[in-house]
């Protein structure tokens, strides 16, 4: 076999493989997963070195053949390689919108064009296409040398030492509360619209544990965004500064630029809300999902549970650090072969396993009565569908309408958790959300419906929600002035320090600040 044909059948297996989220420069695919990735980049080295054995035997056996079919042949492979190229150009490129589409839209197409048109091509212009077929595997060929660095990268991945925080763990010592402290339940809803939940409801939508809330809180009706991406908004409103950029070392170290400095700087956990919490005689407990929250608060939260990100490019397909190698690395072509024969499960199965997953261990941190500070991140009403509205069961598939009633049914049983505690009386509970449902973003994914068109009308109201519920609260007032949705890491700030503790109280916050 000639060492050319080799090279080729490397680097085929490096387009052909997924890979990049694993050595991206920024890490974000791991802060959001955290360590260990062992056995998934195993499958994946494994998937990598199986490729380039089919693809140089293939590349060897057309040699064989009469030449007009080794033309052909080789020129269907060119062709899946500029495809590979092209689609690889795409996923970098960082344009959200863009690489959406393409994925969502043209990838499945382009996959069998391009090689057919290529095919077709050196069947009837051998003579321009065959020169255009050698120069792209030399290209290939020449691709297979960045193995040299790509493999070490991979492989000093997988054997990074693994965070000390699991998906679940308690950290500081809890204190003894006493019988008059008070307590604070923050719920975050994932892209809850105040658009769709109040302003706007579909036709036939009925929310009414959110109008039952809201007709007892203050509410927020103009709250303007500090930005359009979860791992991004969370981490400003714990810090109380817009963050523009995150990145991340191997270990899911958070590093930051916010709009004030041009720099990295560290995320400090001394400088979030559960820091001043304790530092004010708050004990602190988060359950939530994607953020790494375990990781990233470890030294200032008394209880902690998260649900990570299944983002990674095999994970995708099913592939799991608690599998085997082995597993992993034949969850591509099972895969592959379920795509052939229009077997493979929906992948909203993950978001309904998210979902559950963070709603066993919330209802546990709510009933933790030792917990003052509370802060839940639920999964919902987050696309994808997961919800049949009409019936009120959990099942793939469904819209953003669907998952907004889930939202809703979930408040409802989160309420009557609260209500249940001895600490009842004394709660305040914060129910808000990160951001609005992202239209730009949604309209451009296969299964969107004709249904979420009409319920938005094909317009982005980025309106988050933000209401705020005392203890003994029974009337509801509006707060209008459009308002910057940090303000609301000042107000529990506020309240953590003992300064407001009533409707009264934030507005009179709200009036020494000028809103």
Known sequence: MKIRTVLEGIGAALLLVPFLPYIAPDHIALYLHGLPVTNLIGGVLLDMLAVSLLASGFLLAIQYLQRAAERILSALFAGLMLWRIADIAIQ?????????????????????????????????????????????????????????????????????????????????????????????VWILFDELSYDQTFDHQAAGMRLPNFGRLRAESVSFSNLRPTGFHTALIIPSLFLGRHIEQIRSTVAGDLWYKDEDQNRWLAFDPNATLFAFAQRNGWSTGVDGWYNPYCHILASVLNACSWEPSLGLPTELFGAAEQNSVLANGAVLPNALLAKLTNSSAAPEDAHVVEYRNVMARTQALIQNDHIRFVFLHLPVPHPPGIYNRQHHVLRPGGTYLDNLVLADDTLGALLKEIDATPAASRTTVIVSSDHSWRIPLWRLVPGWTAEEERASGGRF???????????????????????????????????????????????????????
């Open 92 to 184: 970098l490129s960082g344009m959200l919108q863009i690489e959406s589409f393409w994925q969502e839209h043209l990838r499945k197409q382009s996959c069998v064009a391009i090689p057919l048109l290529s095919g077709m091509l050196a069947c009837i212009l051998p003579r321009i296409v065959t020169p255009a077929v050698r120069m792209v595997r030399l290209a290939i060929a020449a691709l297979a040398f960045s193995a040299l660095w790509i493999v070490p990268q991979l492989l000093y991945v997988a054997l990074a030492r693994p965070s000390t925080e699991n998906a679940t763990a308690s950290h500081l010592p809890t204190p003894v509360v006493n019988g008059s402290s008070r307590r604070i």
């Open 461 to 515: 109201d980025d309106r988050p929600v933000l209401l705020i519920h005392f203890p003994g609260q029974i009337s509801g007032n509006d707060v209008n002035p459009a308002l910057p949705e940090l303000l609301e890491h000042d107000i529990i700030a506020e309240m953590l320090r003992g300064k407001i503790n009533s409707s009264k109280d934030l507005a009179a916050f709200l009036t020494s600040q000028g809103r």
